[in-house]
């Protein structure tokens, strides 16, 4: 048994708009924010250890990752404009750190992360970020079958 008015097109539309951004929002924002620790994860157990030397940051409102120049402990992997990702966040008015060693390149070449950083964080984020969406959208899609189901009954 259905309850409530029939909705009007404009408001399925919105609804189903909605359910498509959440969504996205959801899934995408879910899955990089998982994909993230995945790679840290990969990276703390199969990547090349070495030292990064910053020598930029790339900020965000509150906190900066380490930008610099990774160099393997054996000296042939040398990588530049690689980001660090660690467990303490850089403020945009640190000094960069001379060099910081124990850190290890991801597979890609573009991060490298501390022995500190932990990875089990951002997973964690991101499973919960896709399950709350995708509890969104089928409530979004229940209620847009409800109310489909009240202008029929009448």
Do not use: N
Not at 68 to 84: A, M, Q, S, Y
Not at 115 to 137: C, E, Q, R, S
Request: glycine letters at 14%.
């Amino acid at each position: 048994m259905s309850t409530g008015r029939a909705l009007r097109t404009r408001e399925r539309v919105a609804i189903r708009a909605a359910v498509v951004f959440v969504l996205l929002i959801a899934l995408g924002g879910g899955l990089g924010l998982a994909s993230e620790g995945i790679e840290g994860c990969t990276a703390l157990r199969d990547g090349p250890a070495g030292t990064l030397t910053p020598v930029d940051r790339e900020c965000g409102k509150e906190f900066c990752d380490w930008i610099g120049t990774f160099t393997g402990t054996d000296g042939t992997v040398t990588e530049r404009d690689v980001e660090l990702r660690d467990a303490v966040d850089a403020r945009r008015d640190d000094v960069p750190p001379g060099a910081i060693d124990g850190v290890r390149l991801a597979e890609g070449g573009g991060t490298a992360y501390t022995a500190d950083y932990g990875w089990h964080a951002p997973v964690a984020k991101g499973a919960a970020l896709a399950a709350v969406g995708l509890a969104v959208a089928a409530g979004l899609v229940l209620m847009l079958r409800r109310h489909r189901g009240a202008a029929v009954s009448r």
